[in-house]
C-alpha cells in the first residue's frame, strides 16, 4: 500500500520562499509528481522526481530522497496566484497508477 | 491541441439513481485513470484504461465501473448512488500510461447526491 504525507497548510508573504514537504512510505517507488490545483480547477503537472536530488524549473524546485522516503517541493519568490493546493504523488512501478498525499493548501498573503 | 475534456461540468442525482460520466483525452493518450477527489480522502485512484482494458483498479465498491473506447474515449459508471458518491471525479490521460510520463487532468465532473 502506499502511505504519503504532507503538511495540510501553509501561510508566506508574496516574495518569500515556502517548502513544502512530503514523505511517503510505498510497497513499490518509480518517481514522485508534484501537481498544483487551484479552486476549482483541474490539478497541472509540475514537477517529476526518479532520482534522488533536485530538480530546478523556474521559480519551482523539487527534491527528493529515495533513501529517506522524502521530497520537497520550494516555491520562490512567491506570487498571489501561487495560492493553490499543491499534491504530492508516487508511482508505482507495478500497477501505474499515482497515489496522492491529501494536498497542502498555500495561502499566499500581501 | 485540445485537453481533456469532461462531461458533464455539474451533476446533480438523487440517491438511488445511476450516473454516467464522459472522458475524452488528448488526443493521442491511451491510458486513461479516474479518479475521486473529497475534502477529507484528497484524490483516491478507481481505474485505468489502456487501449480498452482496464489495467489497473482502486479500492472501490463494485458500483463504481468503468469502460475505454477504441477511441480512447473512456466513460465511468456509479449505479445505485450514495449520498457519499458526492465528489469531483476526475479522468486524467497519459501518453502510453508509462512510469515516467505525466497525467494531464480533465477540469471534472462535479457530482452531487441529494
Known amino acids: 500500500g502506499q502511505n504519503i504525507d504532507q503538511p495540510t497548510e501553509m501561510t508566506a508573504t508574496e516574495g518569500a520562499i515556502v517548502q513544502i514537504n512530503c514523505t511517503y512510505q510505498?510497497?513499490?517507488?518509480?518517481?514522485l509528481f508534484w501537481y498544483q490545483q487551484h479552486a476549482g480547477e483541474a490539478p497541472t503537472f509540475l514537477s517529476y522526481n526518479v532520482l534522488d536530488g533536485l530538480e530546478e524549473k523556474g521559480r519551482f524546485s523539487s527534491f527528493l530522497s529515495r533513501s529517506k522516503g522524502y521530497s520537497y517541493l520550494l516555491l520562490k519568490e512567491l506570487q498571489m496566484k501561487d495560492s493553490a493546493s499543491y499534491l504530492c504523488a508516487v508511482r508505482d512501478p507495478n500497477d501505474y497508477k499515482l497515489s496522492f498525499g491529501a494536498g497542502t493548501t498555500v495561502t499566499v498573503r500581501a | 491541441k485540445a485537453g481533456v475534456t469532461q462531461t458533464p461540468r455539474y451533476l446533480i442525482k438523487t440517491r438511488g439513481q445511476q450516473v454516467t460520466l464522459s472522458c475524452s483525452p488528448i488526443?493521442?493518450?491511451?491510458?486513461v485513470s479516474w479518479y475521486q477527489q473529497t475534502p477529507g480522502q484528497g484524490l483516491q485512484f478507481l481505474f485505468e484504461y489502456f487501449s480498452e482494458t482496464q489495467r489497473n483498479k482502486g479500492n472501490f465498491p463494485g458500483r463504481f465501473s468503468g469502460r475505454q473506447f477504441s477511441n480512447s474515449r473512456s466513460e465511468m459508471n456509479v449505479s445505485t448512488l450514495e449520498l457519499g458518491d458526492s465528489a469531483l471525479y476526475l479522468c486524467a490521460s497519459s501518453l502510453q500510461g508509462a512510469l515516467n510520463t505525466e497525467a494531464f487532468f480533465g477540469q471534472g465532473t462535479r457530482l452531487t447526491v441529494v
Open positions: 510505498t510497497s513499490g517507488f518509480n518517481g
Open positions: 488526443s493521442g493518450h491511451r491510458s
